[in-house]
Every structure is written in C-alpha cells, then in structure tokens.
C-alpha cells in the first residue's frame, strides 16, 4: 500500500520501521520541524526523521499542515493511506478525507479513556491497572474518531513512563501493521467509541509534579512513576527541591503527613490516610541521581521532620 507516515518521537520510529518491513511503500514521511535541544540548544532532527533518511526516505517538515501547501504537497504523493503516531498537529478535514482508506491513528490508550496528548503518563498516574493501543480512523475531534483494533497492556508497580512507553510503541507498531493489512482486505471493520468511559490526558507541566503528602503512598507513587523521567515528581526540603525518581509503598503510620518517619531503608514519609511511602532514589537540585540512603548521609534528617 502506498502510505505517507506521519510521526515524530521515538514512539512512533517502531511503527514506520515495522511498516516498512512488511513490504509497504512509503511514499512520505512528515515529522515536526528540527528543534534546538540541550543547554547548548543544538538545532536537532526528531527521531523520525532520522531514521527515516537511514532508510533513504523523504522527509517533510511543515510548519504548519493546514495551508494549502501542504495539501497539495500531499496530494502529489498520491498516499492511499495516511498513517499518524504521535506527530502532533492536528490535521485538518481536506487531508483527513484524501486518503482511500483514511487517516489511521495508533493512539497509546485504551480509547475512549485517556484522548489527548499524554496517555501514557496519565494512565499510570490515574492507578490503571492496563492501558494499551487503540487505532483508529481519525475525525476532526480529539482521539474521537471510530475504533479499529485495540491491544492491551498491563501495568505492573514497577512500570514508568520510560518502561510502559517501550512497550505500548512496540505494541502499537504491530498493532498498526495489522490494522493496515485488515483495512486493505476489509476484515476490519471501524466501530464508534462509546460515550461511556471517556476522560482526557492533558500536555504534562513541570508544576504538576509536586508532591502533596496528603494523598495517599498509593497516589504518590503513581506519581513518582508517570512522571519519571520528566518531568519529574518533586518535594522540597530546607527549602530545596528534590526529584523523586523511585519510591514505594510500605507499612501505614500514624504520623502527620509529610513527616519523616525512618531512615533506616530509605526516605519513609508519612503521607494521607495513614500510608507511608519510602523514597528510595532522588535528585538534589544542582546534583545528580542518588540513593536515598547516599543523600541521607550527607543530609540529617531524623525521624518528625515535616517537609
């Protein structure tokens, strides 16, 4: 099938990849335009990108792809299907209705929880128990359009936003192969997402990090976990910021949140409803990564401390 892919983070490499080896030709592959990275700010080509020029592929990188330009642009590639993972623009209804079979999206959630633009985060942040990929056909509405398969996921206590991401893009590669080969010989058949169950994934901020010891260890971790490795969840002690890059739920106390109460194996801090959470790696401000235990040394901090 000819296709134009369009994607852009390390997510959606896999899924052009596996298109390409099931022998589909890729006629075009739009990604977002080079961004200035690191502190040196270094103009730096997106993932997607650069495997695809690896792979001799032409690449497009439109500002914008509601003008013209771009339709016809689009238009002269001839695409019978348009495949998007994690591109981030939003297509307009020109490009959307030009393809024969459509706009295919892999979106990493079980639709029609989690549309938008973090599903991933959120889904750990939220306490799911799986998350997934759904394809879809895209509409003009946010991840509303109608359903074309789904693969399940479970996240397990141990799963990050860096663990869980490697797996749902591997899933969603193969997810959308199958989806491409259904399309193409019509045993896949679009079915409308339910109105029952829809919640959203906002864009992720720095500030949403902050830990409040009031929710529950349960809650907390949940955080820790979406948000590492950015952005990061994060206290303050003495007045200084501190990431919490790992942590774990351990027995219930008594104390006040946001008390320390041990530092025997770790960081233990009360927190709401009588729970406790150990932080067992951190990140001072200005340092690097650090067992709980090697900050602790070089910082006293004893038991009824309240952060």
């Not at 895209?138 to 359903?147: C, L, V, Y």
């Not at 351990?250 to 008390?259: K, L, P, R």
Request: net charge negative; proline share 6%.
């Amino acid at each position: 099938m000819r296709i134009v892919f369009m994607g852009t983070p390390d997510f959606a490499v896999g899924s052009l990849k596996q298109l390409l080896e099931a022998g589909h030709e890729i006629v075009g592959v739009f990604t977002q335009p080079d961004k200035p990275q690191g502190r040196k700010m270094v103009l730096t080509p997106p993932p997607v990108k650069k495997f695809a020029l690896e792979k001799g592929l032409t690449v497009y990188q439109p500002a914008s792809v509601k003008t013209g330009e771009a339709l016809e642009l689009l238009k002269s590639l001839d695409p019978e299907l348009i495949a998007v993972v994690a591109y981030g623009k939003i297509l307009p209804k020109e490009i959307l209705e030009l393809p024969k079979f459509g706009c295919v999206n892999a979106h990493a959630s079980l639709l029609p929880r989690h549309r938008g633009a973090s599903p991933i985060q959120w889904s750990i942040y939220c306490g799911d128990s799986k998350t997934g990929v759904t394809t879809m056909l895209m509409d003009e509405g946010m991840d509303t359009g109608d359903m074309l398969k789904k693969a399940e996921v479970e996240i397990t206590d141990d799963d990050n936003f860096e663990t869980l991401h490697d797996k749902l893009a591997l899933v969603g590669a193969e997810l959308l192969v199958k989806t491409v080969e259904g399309l193409e010989n019509g045993t896949v058949i679009p079915q409308k997402q339910p109105e029952e169950g829809v919640c959203y994934a906002p864009i992720i901020k720095k500030e949403m990090g902050q830990i409040d010891f009031s929710k529950t260890a349960r809650e907390i971790d949940c955080l820790v976990r979406a948000f590492t490795p950015w952005p990061s969840a994060f206290m303050f002690v003495d007045g200084a910021r501190v990431k919490v890059l790992k942590a774990k739920v351990t027995e219930n106390c008594d104390f006040e949140s946001g008390t320390v109460v041990d530092t025997a194996d770790g960081l233990k801090i009360a927190c709401g409803n009588g729970t406790a959470l150990t932080v067992l790696e951190l990140q001072p401000e200005g340092k690097g990564a650090m067992t709980a235990k090697a900050y602790l040394n070089g910082k006293q901090l004893k038991a009824g401390t309240k952060l």
